[in-house]
């Protein structure tokens, strides 16, 4: 008995291929919530957004904390308050290292938000790391606050400046450098 032709047999739902138009592609939630954005340019705009974010609830929780809402206290180790720089520099390290290698559209997206969040943390207590005293809620604390808003002013401003400009070397080096299509 000789078995049926290929053509014969129906393929088994294991492998049997979706036609192209009907495959279902994962993105990135963040690839999704940033869809006119480029890849080389999300990660950017992502860690504008987390450091603005970032800085604003940390300043929400430290008050919280300053006017001793219920539930809400300083993370303590052995009895020593680790502020949250600490937490800020270890994700930049992460970031730091994960970026010496070569990544794809969705990693750098993510790097990106933890670079912005990492930063953040740092940047919100710059007035201690200045003075080396906790001068978060004195005068001195202000330096914090300014500094922050500098930064996403700055950014943000550098960010809608450039959005959707390309450089003409990439205009030239797309078209053939002649202005033609290339086509």
């Known amino acids: 008995m000789t078995p049926p032709a290929p053509s014969d047999r129906s393929p088994s739902p294991r492998t049997r291929r979706r036609p192209p138009s009907a495959r279902t592609t994962h993105r990135s939630p963040l690839l999704r919530l940033l869809p006119g954005i480029s890849s080389q340019r999300r990660g950017f705009v992502l860690a504008w957004w987390g450091f603005a974010l970032t800085f604003g ?3 929400l929780l430290t008050w919280l904390i300053h006017i001793d809402v219920a539930g809400v206290g ?5 009895g ?11 994700l930049l ?9 070569n990544r794809s559209a969705r990693a750098r997206a993510w790097m990106g938000l933890a670079y912005g969040v990492g930063t953040a943390l740092v940047v919100d207590e710059a007035a201690l790391l200045i003075s080396l005293e906790d001068v978060y809620w004195d005068t001195e604390g202000w330096i914090s606050i300014a500094l922050a808003i500098a930064l ?13 400009r390309r450089t003409a070397a990439k205009d030239r080096d797309r078209h053939g450098g002649d202005g033609s299509t290339g086509e």
């Open 57 to 59: 609830g940390m300043r």
């Open 74 to 78: 300083d993370v303590q180790a052995g």
């Open 80 to 90: 020593v308050h680790i502020h949250h720089y600490v937490w800020g520099i270890a």
């Open 93 to 101: 390290a992460v970031v730091g290292a994960a970026g010496l290698v």
């Open 152 to 164: 996403i002013a700055v950014a943000g401003g550098v960010l809608a400046v450039t959005r959707g």
